[in-house]
């Protein structure tokens, strides 16, 4: 799905950004350990619960780049509030959203883009692998990817959702080619 367009950090042209949805084989190494130690906790369930989740146990230098949401309902339908959001995540994004919706997030197509997938995890009950990248003269070039991965309480509803997230560029080319996604938005 295309989802915005926005002006690349290094060469200052207009790019479409968009996902595409990718196989366990086709992550990186330590999300796939990421996805492992979920599947490890969920057994036959939807998904292990919350608090059976070992933040630690995660790769490490994931962690800064992970969130967990809480699932509710709300007067528009599906919502979602952070309950974690990583430290790396607000370097990139310049933004706390600890306790705070996707409807927070500064970029309306980003926000869309995430509460979007957040509903697909919830009402499929099922993990999802993305990517997310440009298409490119060699092909679609990816600079991150991500495991949504259900969490329930009562083994029938999620009610939590654990988000991990791997980037593939330098955390600092992310933030500015972030602060130029806030201020300069325009959609497809």
């Known amino acids: 799905m295309q989802w915005c ?28 350990e990421a996805v492992d130690y979920w599947r490890t906790l969920k057994g036959t369930r939807i998904g292990p619960k919350w608090r059976e989740i070992d933040m630690l146990k995660l790769p ?27 430290s790396g995540l607000r370097s990139i994004h310049n933004v706390e959203l600890t306790g705070k919706t996707p409807d927070d997030v500064p970029v309306s197509m980003l926000s869309k883009s995430i509460k979007d997938e957040f509903v697909r995890v919830e009402q499929s009950k099922a993990p999802l692998f993305s990517a997310y990248g440009t298409d490119t003269a060699q092909g679609f070039g990816a600079f991150l990817n991500v495991v949504r991965l ?13 988000a991990v997230i791997s980037y593939r560029q330098h955390d600092m080319a992310l933030a500015d080619m ?10 497809v």
């Open 60 to 86: 490490l230098a994931l962690i800064p780049t992970t969130v967990v949401v809480d699932c509710f309902d709300d007067a528009q339908g599906a919502n979602f509030r952070y309950r974690f959001y990583g």
């Open 150 to 162: 259900p969490l329930s309480e009562d083994g029938e509803q999620v009610t939590n959702i654990l």
């Open 5 to 32: 367009v926005w002006a690349t950090y290094e060469n200052a042209h207009m790019v479409k950004i968009h996902d595409v949805s990718v196989n366990y084989e086709d992550l990186p190494q330590n999300l796939r």
């Open 178 to 187: 972030y602060d130029l996604m806030r201020t300069s938005e325009a959609v």
